[in-house]
């Protein structure tokens, strides 16, 4: 009896350790619980088509690039529906439509399909869900679907002026909502331009502050389709902004400049091209403790900036906060830092990863030959990442170059990838599909 029951202990204590190895987690906003696209989880599946693998498939009234988020058993999307510009609550476990709600209206498709108003992804602190589009318009809703304030950010900041719309991601934090909107007339014979970083209450929409951010940038160099991410270690605590041909942090008490990372544009030591005018940026910078990986646009440069007591006022290539640069970049992706390692997913399909510490290429490898636009995601070993015509790769993560699976949904995918409680989800154009 004592041996039985001894057994019985010892089972169950494996059992109970083996769940503890799964790490379910919400996906609140845009990158993740920790704004860097990676999962703790590791009950997620490598292999799935239209029908494998799909726990459910809810289908969407219209297009839409942003990203679903995840809290508890409520998931968030938005999407188009003709000209409206919608909010949507899903049941995360089955797919049921909870509410729907129309924000705005005035969407605007991009060129060729590549996106519409319905961009920005929509944040959660689990009591409240903000949700920003491209038109401009900022709202708060309650889980219930309630409005709670909404505002026009043309109205209260400047008519935005941007070629394919804000499609910036407003980052949340505590208790406020942080934007950067930056922009200008695209004509050659205009200087003016326009660039803000925003403060607000989450709860009541009140400004607390904004910030004029000054460049001597040009034609298409003013828009940034980039969002703004709260860089947050024990050490250092501050906004990054990105956009019109450079980087900069500011505080998140004041909003005042504290650095700025500047040559981005060529010719200059860590951009060999000549100056672009159409060098606008799309790719946000990505964090990680104690560095921040800043990516620039197409033919431009990846630069490594450390966060020490030497990043402060102008930054460039050759100051002591630098800590490597490559010379190419990922132009849409996010770079996902995991492990000691950088991994930069190119429009073409291309993977490189370099070491974070250094910069030096491990491998520069094609993964599937189609436009890519969305950031890749970390979960259980292996990097995912979906090509425009439905296709996702899933890639062994580490040194050594492995294409794990590819997985054809057959619909078109400019949402990243997101895993969450157990879930890996990924938004097409036609639908929303929960993997298990």
């Not at 009950?43 to 799909?54: E, G, Y």
């Not at 000691?340 to 990863?353: E, I, P, R, S």
């Not at 990442?385 to 062994?396: E, L, R, T």
């Amino acid at each position: 009896m004592t041996f039985r029951l001894s057994a019985f202990t010892f089972t169950l204590s494996l059992f109970s350790l083996s769940l503890s190895n799964v790490q379910a987690e919400n996906w609140p906003q845009w990158r993740g619980p920790r704004n860097d696209g990676v999962s703790v989880e590791n009950a997620v599946p490598t292999q799935w088509s239209k029908t494998q693998n799909v726990a459910w498939r809810a289908e969407m009234p219209g297009q839409g690039g942003a990203t679903p988020i995840v809290w508890d058993d409520r998931l968030f999307v938005t999407s188009a529906d003709g000209d409206d510009l919608l909010l949507i609550s899903l049941d995360a476990k089955s797919g049921k439509e909870i509410w729907r709600q129309k924000v705005t209206s005035g969407n605007i498709d991009a060129r060729a399909g590549e996106g519409n108003s319905a961009s920005p992804t929509p944040s959660t602190d689990g009591k409240h869900v903000w949700v920003f589009f491209s038109n401009g318009v900022l709202a708060c809703y309650s889980f219930d679907g309630k409005e709670v304030w909404k505002i026009d950010t043309n109205e209260r900041f400047g008519k935005i002026d941007i070629q394919f719309g804000m499609t910036s991601t407003p980052a949340l934090d505590g208790d406020h909502l942080y934007l950067q909107l930056i922009h200008g007339a695209m004509r050659r014979d205009d200087n003016t331009r326009t660039g803000k970083v925003i403060k607000l209450e989450k709860l009541t929409g009140k400004t607390v502050w904004e910030v004029d951010r000054v460049t001597d940038a040009d034609f298409e160099c003013k828009h940034s389709y980039a969002s703004p991410f709260v860089y947050s270690s024990s050490d250092a605590r501050f906004l990054v902004a990105h956009g019109a041909d450079c980087t900069t942090g500011h505080s998140l008490e004041t909003g005042e400049e504290l650095w700025r990372l500047t040559e981005l544009n060529g010719p200059s030591h860590v951009n060999s091209q000549q100056h672009d005018a159409t060098f606008r940026f799309v790719s946000s910078p990505a964090t990680a403790d104690g560095v921040i990986i800043v990516p620039t646009a197409k033919a431009g440069p990846t630069v490594a900036i450390n966060v020490n007591d030497k990043l402060r006022g102008r930054v460039t290539g050759q100051s002591d906060a630098t800590r490597w640069f490559v010379a190419q970049t990922p132009d849409v992706s996010i770079p996902l830092i995991h492990d000691g390692l950088v991994y930069l997913l190119h429009k073409d399909g291309k993977l490189q990863c370099l070491d974070l510490e250094t910069g030096k290429e491990i491998y520069f490898e094609r993964t599937h030959s189609v436009q890519h636009r969305v950031s890749p995601l970390y979960a259980n070993g292996h990097i995912y990442f979906c090509a425009k015509d439905g296709v996702c790769s899933v890639v062994k993560a580490g040194s050594k170059f492995e294409l794990v699976a590819s997985n054809d949904l057959g619909e078109p995918i400019t949402a990243s990838p997101i895993v969450a409680n157990g879930t890996l989800y990924i938004r097409t154009y036609d639908a929303v599909y929960a993997i298990r």
